[in-house]
């Protein structure tokens, strides 16, 4: 990773205070970022990407005391581990989904971004440029394959539709900004490694070409380089990383 890559940047990542939110905002430090402020209903600092009014408070200190944003990760979403029985509905089948979970997980996933969205492009524009990454998964481009989970078990439907509208998301914001360089891409994720059973690890195995589910860190170089310069001519793509599973 080029420690020099955000060299100064200032980076405001949704929900990241979960596994995948904490190894990004390391990742983002090293590479040189200023300062990175985490906006999630669960930190030190709450946020609820829901409202509006909560998101342009949070904005409005950030402005404050940084004075600019070059990059907006939306990464808030509602993913339990499979088994939580914490979360048990949430594997529920479409059929039993709870219709205010399945609201929730929308307002979350796919709202929460539209919101954070409009705000913070309202100030790339008048800085004259910034970069803004959509958190997918390969959940968004292709079914749930039910299998690998547990009898009577169901990857949520609301996640799934709700990461499975963030490339059209990307690809309306993308183009709508491009005539004032600010850049909007998707990066798409495959399972990570987060504390699953050994059961559900190697069915998971068994249905990916490259074997194998992916490690925290794996994904850092790539939230890098569509932060950075380094992808100045790309916007409104997604970038798909999930071992192979979305090619067969």
Request: aromatic fraction near 8%.
């Amino acid at each position: 990773m080029n420690s020099k890559a955000l060299d100064g940047k200032v980076v405001i990542m949704t929900g990241g205070s979960g596994l995948l939110g904490k190894e990004w905002k390391r990742a983002l430090e090293e590479a040189g970022a200023k300062k990175v402020y985490v906006w999630d209903i669960k930190g030190d600092d709450s946020v609820d990407v829901t409202s509006e009014e909560s998101v342009k408070a949070a904005l409005a200190g950030v402005i404050a005391e940084s004075h600019f944003v070059d990059v907006l990760i939306n990464a808030a979403a509602l993913n339990p581990v499979p088994g939580d029985p914490n979360c048990a509905k949430m594997f529920s089948s479409p059929e039993e989904y709870p219709i205010d979970l399945w609201r929730k997980e929308l307002e979350v996933g796919l709202t929460g971004a539209m919101i954070c969205t409009k705000y913070v492009a309202k100030i790339m524009r008048e800085q004259g440029g910034g970069s803004i990454i959509n958190i997918g998964s390969h959940y968004g481009l292709v079914a749930p394959d039910n299998r690998i989970y547990s009898e009577g078990q169901f990857k949520s439907i609301g996640y799934a539709v709700s990461k499975g509208a963030l490339p059209q998301f990307t690809r309306v914001w993308g183009t709508h900004l491009a005539p004032h360089n600010v850049r909007v891409n998707c990066l798409v994720l495959g399972g990570v490694q987060a504390g699953q059973s050994e059961e559900f690890v190697e069915k998971y195995k068994q249905r990916t070409p490259l074997r194998r589910m992916a490690k925290p860190g794996e994904y850092d170089d790539a939230l890098v380089f569509l932060a950075s310069e380094g992808s100045a001519f790309m916007t409104g793509q997604s970038l798909v990383m999930d071992g192979g599973w979305t090619a067969i």
